[in-house]
């Protein structure tokens, strides 16, 4: 097999060449047993002697020496990932090769700390495979996940490269709480916390995933129900998602790969301002309403004291400096291969990505290494190492107006960009955007060792013990400098610097058992324990007043002033999981786990998670045989409870003390947080009923999932009175749900045999998110647009709801809900949410001989999004220093006019744009769905014979578009946006954001 039996695809099924046993005069039979596609040694490959339990495994190099009881000659043959087959044991040695399957309900999936037959398979669990994913230009492997997983919604908080990323699966369970998903790389636990702290308005700066090199990608396994997360206990209520990176193999000869490809970006959509004309119309048409004298209007001539006619202005394009054609690059070199004893993967890369809006970028220098060695037939060590060093160059956006975007975005479009003596022109609070383009000096560099040794020891056939002992050693140092010709650096330049340390380091044992009993019944069983340890450290220093811009260093610094903070946290869990099967008819999972944490008071540190999942093949029941109409079909449910402690303090428990609060040059110390000794995990239950099939010959491959989680217990801030000195304290208050459904098909629509190959696998889910229980509503999010309470959904808007404009006078209309005949807070009601209704993707390939093209769709449906582009931007003139959105052209101007933009005001007591309503109202709310043409690509590979006369094993050529196409109703620039992801409970909010680039690439790879 080309892949790894590890993450074989679906299990499979034994395919004998024309082959012998041999049984000598002692009634031993021998052999070896190869891949058939490449005639590799299949070590761990199970010879049984049928109707007996004797049996032997292959060693190394796939050799095997059995000795057979009295008048038995049939063996059974299988191996995970292979045909199993019955063959009878006469004649002389000879060589067995073994075909893969690759039907997709037979596939060997990884579960949690373990492998399984997906036909026994009673979790839902999602894979996909490294091959659809190498190509794709993104900086972390969670953004490939878009559009190929049901149920796990994935969405980019931005287009700035190597960003944050926002992914759910089956929903949010936690108001305070992290709601990420764990992540695992090949055994090793992933640190996702942003580490960047530099102040860019409220967006996520970082994505920690982006360390991981796409390219060292086998496959990825996302462990969605409970009986697939409950293994992990603590780690697995939001989810687990497992990647498992690329590995030698035994007896295949050294392969070198390289792979390359550069693409140009571009935003596929612009903001559409008002010209300089039309912007000085629209101001003086502000002015009369607001009771201007028509003589006085601020666009006059300049003869007569005005700013010039409206014809008169300029335009200014702004826009144009900042949003560029940005470029990627990405080279990557691996060699692979392996002997009997020794198998190896060794990997370098070098991705740079460029954003499409100016000075951002990110660098990525990478190197893996995995070994597997077999030390004995017994003892096998090995190791996963992946060292990354990466560069940003930072800038903010959103909320802040010495952003780039917003400095180019927001000022009118007829004021200049530079005064007349040459030095840049400044308006309100507004940065100049050039000049945040050429003096930006923000620079995040982190390194980082995700490192796993193991040691794993064979006792006997069934019995296997490993350990390991993991790191993932995270560090960012950040160097700022503010020269004095942007805002941030008047009067005399500031600086600032961070280092920022995340360690987790982790000792796991798993003491494994795994045997067939005869024909019909197997059993594996597994017990372990994890010690866990997490160090989050940072150090900050700041410098003002500096002596000229070209001293940069905080050294030189007039004013010098630093502080440092450190916490730990531990974990120590026990864990155990059996799965019985018989036949591969009838099969259960028993899992249970136990967790404590140093997070909590001393009597509350343990929590349990147990899980049971069944599973029924009906295909193999008699009465679905006789319809000849299923090759599978099988029934699957689970239950089982999780828990969560990240995203609370590591001290969330205890009550704290702080220094600093000094008195007359004396040291002293103020409280800091109320204690809470039975503070305890938050609990999520959840049940699962599933439903595989495969039918046409197993062409067709359906998937349904059905899933109910109720989460208790949230560690949430629940307010206290006053008089106790604090606002809050972390409490277990509080429940969610979520329940919603998955449906995955796959169509292979053309027989195996054929020489054109396509198939096409359509996903789509839905969730249904509500808050069941909440001490008191919590606003959250600029102006408190979001509002949690009782029954609603987490992310819903909280706003006043327009409901027109009236074509008499032109003024809002809003919807008096309390029926006081006043417009107040007391009208603000929940108007939509962030979450959508459906979301999913599709994805087809279609191969002929060397040529293979494909496509991923991806869409959502029916979520909303806060356009504070146009609040800010549609604003009446209420907005000094600030232009307009051509949006501000279809305002009301007389009576009869129908449009749900008022007439230009600023008097407050009309509410059209300022008043009450300045805390916004749902006029600004639109639809955000969209279907996204996420990846378009054409590749050749070159025939073997031809790449051979070039000394290549392989050669292929691609080229690939992506975000080529987005059909939305949305008016912003792009439907998948959130500015404030760095704010919790809120979603969806375009403020200024960077847009997801249009990609354009070309690609190639080289096998030698």
């Given at each position: 097999m080309k892949s790894s039996t590890l993450l074989a695809v679906p299990a499979v099924v034994a395919g004998l060449a024309p082959a012998s046993f041999a049984q000598t005069a002692a009634s031993t039979v021998t052999g070896t047993i190869v891949d058939a596609t490449d005639r590799s040694p299949l070590p761990g490959v199970t010879v049984v002697v049928k109707g007996t339990t004797v049996g032997a495994s292959t060693g190394p190099d796939g050799s095997f020496s059995l000795t057979l009881p009295p008048g038995s000659t049939t063996l059974t043959i299988?191996?995970?990932?292979?045909?199993?087959?019955?063959?009878?044991?006469?004649?002389?040695?000879?060589?067995?090769?073994?075909?893969?399957?690759?039907?997709?309900?037979?596939?060997?999936?990884?579960?949690?700390?373990?492998?399984?037959?997906?036909?026994?398979?009673?979790?839902?669990?999602?894979?996909?495979?490294?091959?659809?994913?190498?190509?794709?230009?993104?900086?972390?492997?969670d953004q490939l996940l878009q559009g190929k997983a049901p149920g796990v919604q994935v969405s980019a908080n931005s287009g700035v490269p190597g960003g944050g990323v926002f992914i759910r699966i089956r929903g949010s369970n936690s108001v305070n709480a992290s709601n990420d998903p764990l992540y695992v790389v090949d055994g090793v636990f992933i640190n996702n916390t942003n580490l960047i702290a530099t102040g860019l308005g409220n967006q996520v700066s970082s994505n920690p995933l982006a360390d991981i090199n796409p390219q060292d990608i086998e496959s990825i396994e996302i462990l969605k129900d409970a009986n697939a997360t409950a293994i992990y206990g603590s780690r697995g209520a939001n989810g687990v998602v497992l990647i498992t990176t690329k590995r030698g193999k035994a007896g295949d000869k050294t392969r070198i790969t390289f792979n390359t490809y550069h693409g140009w970006s571009k935003a596929p959509k612009q903001y559409e301002l008002v010209s300089g004309p039309e912007l000085a119309q629209l101001e003086n048409e502000r002015f009369l309403n607001d009771g201007g004298n028509p003589t006085q209007l601020p666009y006059r001539s300049v003869a007569s004291g005005g700013r010039g006619l409206p014809e008169e202005q300029q335009t200014y394009d702004r826009l144009s400096d900042v949003f560029r054609t940005a470029q990627t690059q990405s080279y990557e070199l691996s060699a692979a291969g392996g002997s009997a004893k020794t198998q190896f993967y060794v990997g370098g890369g070098y991705f740079r990505q460029e954003s499409i809006a100016r000075p951002t970028n990110f660098d990525r220098f990478s190197l893996r290494v995995n070994l597997d060695n077999s030390v004995t037939d017994r003892l096998r060590i090995g190791t996963s190492t992946a060292l990354t060093r990466t560069h940003r160059n930072v800038s903010s956006n959103d909320n802040n107006p010495v952003g780039v975007i917003n400095s180019a975005l927001f000022p009118r479009t007829n004021l200049p960009i530079y005064n007349p003596d040459g030095t840049y022109a400044?308006?309100?609070?507004?940065?100049?955007?050039?000049?945040?383009?050429?003096?930006?000096?923000?620079?995040?560099?982190?390194?980082?060792?995700?490192?796993?040794?193991?040691?794993?020891?064979?006792?006997?056939?069934?019995?296997?013990?490993?350990?390991?002992?993991?790191?993932?050693?995270?560090?960012?140092?950040?160097?700022?400098?503010?020269?004095?010709?942007?805002?941030?650096?008047?009067?005399?330049?500031?600086?600032?610097?961070?280092?920022?340390?995340?360690?987790?380091?982790?000792?796991?044992?798993?003491?494994?058992?795994?045997?067939?009993?005869?024909?019909?019944?197997?059993?594996?069983?597994?017990?372990?324990?994890?010690?866990?340890?997490?160090?989050?450290?940072?150090?900050?220093?700041?410098?003002?007043?500096?002596?000229?811009?070209?001293?940069?260093?905080?050294?030189?610094?007039?004013?010098?002033?630093?502080?440092?903070?450190?916490?730990?946290?531990?974990?120590?869990?026990?864990?155990?999981?059996?799965?019985?099967?018989?036949?591969?008819?009838?099969?259960?999972?028993?899992?249970?786990?136990?967790?404590?944490?140093?997070?909590?008071?001393?009597?509350?540190?343990?929590?349990?998670?147990?899980?049971?999942?069944?599973?029924?093949?009906?295909?193999?029941?008699?009465?679905?045989?006789?319809?000849?109409?299923?090759?599978?079909?099988?029934?699957?449910?689970?239950?089982?409870?999780?828990?969560?402690?990240?995203?609370?303090?590591?001290?969330?428990?205890?009550?704290?003390?702080?220094?600093?609060?000094?008195?007359?040059?004396?040291?002293?110390?103020?409280?800091?947080?109320?204690?809470?000794?039975?503070?305890?995990?938050?609990?999520?239950?959840?049940?699962?009923?599933?439903?595989?099939?495969?039918?046409?010959?197993?062409?067709?491959?359906?998937?349904?999932n059905y899933y109910d989680k109720y989460t208790s217990g949230l560690l949430l801030n629940v307010p206290v009175p006053r008089k106790t000195g604090f606002a809050s304290v972390v409490e277990n208050y509080g429940a969610v749900s979520n329940k919603g459904f998955e449906v995955q098909l796959t169509a292979n629509w053309l027989p195996a045999a054929s020489a054109v190959q396509w198939s096409t696998t359509f996903n789509v889910a839905?969730?249904?998110?509500?808050?069941?229980?909440?001490?008191?509503?919590?606003?959250?999010?600029?102006?408190?647009?979001?509002?949690?309470?009782?029954?609603?959904?987490?992310?819903?808007?909280?706003?006043?709801?327009?409901?027109?404009?009236?074509?008499?006078?032109?003024?809002?209309?809003?919807?008096?809900?309390?029926?006081?005949?006043?417009?107040?807070?007391?009208?603000?009601?929940?108007?939509?949410?962030?979450?959508?209704?459906y979301f999913g993707g599709v994805?087809?390939?279609?191969?002929?001989?060397?040529?293979?093209?494909?496509?991923?769709?991806?869409?959502?449906?029916?979520?909303?999004?806060?356009?504070?582009?146009?609040?800010?931007?549609?604003?009446?003139?209420?907005?000094?220093?600030?232009?307009?959105?051509?949006?501000?052209?279809?305002?009301?101007?007389?009576?009869?006019?129908?449009?749900?933009?008022?007439?230009?005001?600023?008097?407050?007591?009309?509410?059209?744009?300022?008043?009450?309503?300045?805390?916004?109202?749902?006029?600004?709310?639109?639809?955000?769905?969209?279907?996204?043409?996420?990846?378009?690509?054409?590749?050749?590979?070159?025939?073997?014979?031809?790449?051979?006369?070039?000394?290549?094993?392989?050669?292929?050529?691609?080229?690939?578009?992506?975000?080529?196409?987005?059909?939305?109703?949305?008016?912003?620039?792009?439907?998948?946006?959130?500015?404030q992801s760095g704010v919790a409970n809120t979603k969806n909010i375009d403020w200024a954001t960077v847009p997801q680039p249009r990609t354009f690439q070309v690609g190639l790879t080289v096998g030698l």
């Open positions: 299988s191996a995970v990932g292979y045909e199993s087959q019955t063959v009878a044991a006469t004649g002389g040695p000879i060589n067995v090769a073994l075909k893969a399957d690759v039907k997709q309900l037979s596939e060997v999936v990884v579960t949690g700390y373990s492998e399984q037959n997906r036909k026994t398979l009673t979790s839902a669990i999602s894979s996909v495979k490294g091959d659809a994913l190498k190509d794709i230009p993104a900086a972390s492997p400044k308006y309100g609070s507004f940065d100049n955007h050039q000049a945040l383009i050429d003096n930006l000096n923000n620079d995040a560099v982190g390194s980082r060792v995700i490192s796993n040794v193991y040691g794993q020891y064979q006792f006997g056939k069934h019995l296997t013990l490993r350990s390991s002992w993991s790191i993932d050693f995270n560090d960012m140092y950040e160097n700022n400098f503010n020269n004095t010709l942007i805002l941030a650096g008047q009067p005399r330049g500031t600086a600032t610097s961070f280092l920022s340390r995340d360690i987790t380091l982790l000792n796991e044992q798993t003491l494994n058992y795994s045997v067939d009993f005869g024909e019909n019944h197997s059993l594996q069983a597994l017990v372990g324990n994890t010690i866990q340890k997490n160090t989050f450290q940072r150090t900050s220093l700041s410098g003002q007043q500096f002596p000229s811009n070209d001293l940069t260093s905080i050294a030189s610094a007039a004013t010098q002033t630093g502080s440092s903070s450190r916490s730990q946290a531990g974990l120590l869990s026990f864990f155990g999981k059996a799965t019985y099967s018989f036949k591969q008819r009838y099969t259960a999972d028993v899992s249970l786990r136990a967790d404590a944490s140093s997070r909590f008071g001393a009597d509350n540190r343990w929590g349990y998670f147990p899980a049971v999942g069944l599973g029924w093949r009906l295909s193999e029941e008699e009465f679905i045989k006789n319809l000849n109409a299923f090759q599978e079909l099988k029934l699957r449910g689970s239950v089982g409870k999780t828990g969560n402690q990240a995203g609370i303090s590591d001290f969330a428990a205890r009550g704290l003390v702080q220094g600093g609060a000094n008195y007359l040059d004396l040291p002293g110390t103020t409280p800091l947080q109320l204690a809470n000794p039975n503070l305890s995990w938050e609990s999520t239950r959840q049940w699962n009923v599933g439903l595989d099939a495969a039918v046409l010959q197993s062409r067709l491959l359906l998937e349904l839905r969730n249904v998110n509500r808050i069941e229980k909440l001490a008191a509503p919590i606003t959250s999010g600029s102006r408190d647009i979001f509002r949690l309470e009782e029954g609603a959904p987490l992310y819903s808007f909280w706003l006043y709801h327009q409901t027109g404009v009236n074509p008499e006078t032109g003024d809002a209309q809003y919807q008096d809900v309390n029926g006081d005949g006043q417009l107040s807070v007391a009208d603000r009601k929940l108007v939509g949410n962030a979450w959508p209704d994805t087809n390939s279609v191969t002929y001989k060397g040529l293979d093209f494909g496509f991923t769709l991806n869409f959502e449906q029916g979520a909303k999004i806060m356009n504070m582009n146009r609040f800010f931007l549609v604003h009446g003139g209420t907005q000094s220093n600030i232009g307009y959105l051509r949006e501000q052209l279809d305002r009301w101007q007389q009576p009869g006019d129908q449009t749900d933009i008022p007439r230009l005001t600023t008097n407050p007591a009309s509410n059209n744009y300022g008043g009450v309503v300045q805390n916004l109202s749902d006029r600004y709310l639109e639809d955000g769905s969209f279907l996204r043409l996420r990846t378009l690509s054409l590749g050749y590979t070159v025939p073997k014979e031809v790449a051979t006369k070039a000394h290549l094993n392989s050669l292929r050529f691609y080229v690939q578009a992506a975000n080529l196409l987005t059909i939305t109703p949305y008016s912003g620039i792009d439907p998948e946006v959130n500015s």
